[in-house]
């Protein structure tokens, strides 16, 4: 299995949970951010076969990673993934996040050990409905935003790829699906401009939380919610019905998941147990974001029999933990496989 992206938030957890069924797991990515991440936390690299760092927009050195790794499966979860950052250097924003994924893809057509490709994407590849009406697969792509316009090209150019190259007559057998998921949280995630990670390092520093969009509703889900489906769905294309579920996949809450985002940050202060300031940040309407955020996941539910296992009020507490935990001394890497190990226990 080769997994782009991971050294990065999901991707160390995937990759962490990939070892952890037996896969033989190759990486390639960009180093990690400086200061501390999941990946180093969780001693990842002692579970990979190979740590390729090199980047996307590199196309030799994306050929190269795929021709040493020589996988069965892709998952490609490497990209600049903030709103953020979209707005800040738009254009590498889209030449990592569309022309990178181009040279994956061409990589994969040269490389002829590859059968299954998942490409990750984002809740946000869809046009605005309004009213808050829930997305569903076949919904209108659009994306306001450089980030969220740049994630809506890559699933055009994964469909463009799939029915000029691997559902043609004559081509190769290669099942690509994409899987749109929203926004996740969990242990090991000190992200820029991310909520929770935003959140405990304000109150690590006694310091107000400061929200950009506290009355924006999202779908809140913990990190192995979404890999669950990433895992099932590389697992069905693989089958011997692949071709039927190589499109593309919402994998979201149900309606438990969804809040804003101030109601997320109070269930962090609460579970952090200590007395904390929260309030809105006085530069928040600079920037466009959608205001309301829903998947519709039926589609996954009825026909690769995923659904989510933690609600938010459990996704947040393991996250907490994590963190709390990470001072006490303990086995960050076992933690994880612990946590890893409750959630496919649960119901």
């Not at 935003?145 to 809506?152: F, N, R």
């Not at 057998?173 to 405990?200: E, K, Q, S």
Request: with cysteine; net charge negative; proline share 4%.
């Amino acid at each position: 299995v080769l997994v782009t992206g991971h050294t990065g938030f999901k991707g160390a957890w995937l990759s962490l949970w990939l070892a952890e069924m037996g896969a033989e797991v190759h990486g390639f990515s960009l180093d990690p951010p400086e200061g501390q991440t999941v990946f180093h936390a969780a001693d990842v690299v002692s579970s990979l076969a190979s740590d390729t760092r090199a980047d996307l927009r590199d196309q030799s050195a994306v050929e190269v990673a795929l021709e040493f790794a020589a996988p069965e499966i892709v998952f490609h979860l490497a990209a600049q993934p903030l709103v953020s950052m979209g707005y800040q250097s738009p254009s590498a924003t889209w030449m990592t996040n569309v022309q990178g994924s181009v040279h994956l893809l061409e990589s994969v057509r040269r490389q002829p050990s590859v059968c299954a490709v998942v490409v990750v994407t984002t809740d946000k590849v869809y046009e605005e409905l309004g009213q808050g009406a829930a997305h569903s697969e076949s919904d209108r792509l659009g994306g306001h935003d450089p980030y969220s316009s740049s994630k809506a090209a890559v699933e055009l150019l994964v469909d463009s790829y799939r029915k000029s190259f691997w559902n043609s007559v004559g081509g190769a057998d290669v099942r690509l699906a994409t899987a749109r998921a929203g926004n996740v949280i969990g242990g090991g995630d000190w992200g820029i401009d991310r909520l929770v990670p935003d959140c405990l390092r304000a109150f690590e520093d006694c310091r107000p939380a400061l929200l950009r969009s506290p009355r924006s509703v999202r779908p809140w889900q913990h990190v192995l919610d979404p890999l669950c489906g990433y895992l099932l769905l590389a697992e069905r294309l693989t089958g011997d019905t692949g071709h039927d579920v190589a499109t593309s996949w919402n994998f979201g809450p149900d309606g438990s998941g969804e809040a804003t985002t101030e109601e997320v940050a109070r269930m962090v202060a609460a579970a952090w147990d200590h007395h904390v300031e929260i309030s809105e940040d006085p530069c928040s309407q600079q920037m466009h974001e959608t205001k309301t955020l829903r998947l519709d996941s039926a589609r996954a539910r009825n026909l690769l029999g995923w659904s989510p296992r933690w609600g938010l009020t459990e996704a947040v507490s393991r996250t907490v933990d994590w963190h709390v935990r990470l001072s006490d001394g303990t086995d960050l890497q076992e933690l994880c496989i612990s946590q890893i190990a409750d959630y496919l226990g649960a119901s």
